[in-house]
């Protein structure tokens, strides 16, 4: 089976919403989930097109959510790039000074920091969606 054919595994965002009484993709796909939407009775049809509108709204804040994320990752990578790229140069032309080295890191510095604080911004909202109240203490382990 090829890794993007599996379902999305459950994580602590899933948790805290799956508390709220919400629901998401990683949920929905759990084998509990599966089975008893098999054997659930079928609602008439109002009732069905209540569901789907507000399972779609709760889709599109959670694709908001990892557009985000994505978008954060990209510009990490990029920032990445950008500096190991200049530091194969630089090591390839041996004048790679103190200054120009701590300024690298500086750079990869402040795109981990503008990472974690675009990833916190982005599931900051997406919990306040669900009616979460946001804690630090939730992703204090990604600030260190």
Same mark, same amino acid.
């Given at each position: 089976m090829?890794?993007?054919?599996?379902?999305?595994?459950?994580?602590?965002?899933?948790?805290? &919403?799956?508390? $709220?009484?919400?629901?998401?993709?990683?949920?929905?796909?759990?084998? /509990?989930?599966?089975?008893?939407?098999?054997?659930?009775?079928?609602?008439?049809?109002?009732?069905? &097109?209540?569901?789907?509108?507000?399972?779609?709204? /709760?889709?599109?804040?959670e694709? +908001?959510f990892?557009?985000q994320?994505?978008?954060?990752?990209?510009?990490?990578?990029e920032?990445?790039?950008?500096?190991?790229? +200049?530091?194969?140069?630089?090591?390839?032309?041996?004048?790679?000074?103190?200054?120009?080295?701590?300024?690298?890191?500086? $750079?990869?510095?402040?795109?981990?920091?503008d990472?974690?604080?675009?990833?916190?911004?982005?599931?900051k909202?997406?919990?306040?969606?669900?009616? &979460?109240k946001?804690?630090?203490?939730? &992703?204090?382990?990604e600030?260190?």
């Amino acid at each position: 089976m090829r890794a993007s054919s599996l379902p999305p595994g459950v994580n602590s965002l899933d948790h805290s &919403i799956f508390r $709220q009484n919400g629901s998401t993709s990683a949920l929905e796909f759990t084998a /509990h989930r599966l089975q008893s939407a098999k054997f659930k009775p079928v609602p008439d049809l109002m009732t069905r &097109i209540e569901e789907l509108t507000k399972e779609n709204g /709760h889709l599109r804040q959670e694709i +908001q959510f990892y557009r985000q994320c994505f978008e954060v990752l990209q510009r990490l990578r990029e920032t990445s790039y950008n500096v190991y790229q +200049q530091l194969f140069f630089l090591a390839a032309s041996t004048t790679l000074s103190a200054d120009r080295l701590q300024e690298l890191v500086v $750079q990869l510095h402040r795109g981990l920091e503008d990472s974690v604080k675009r990833e916190i911004k982005a599931e900051k909202e997406w919990k306040a969606f669900w009616g &979460i109240k946001f804690s630090f203490e939730d &992703i204090a382990w990604e600030l260190l």
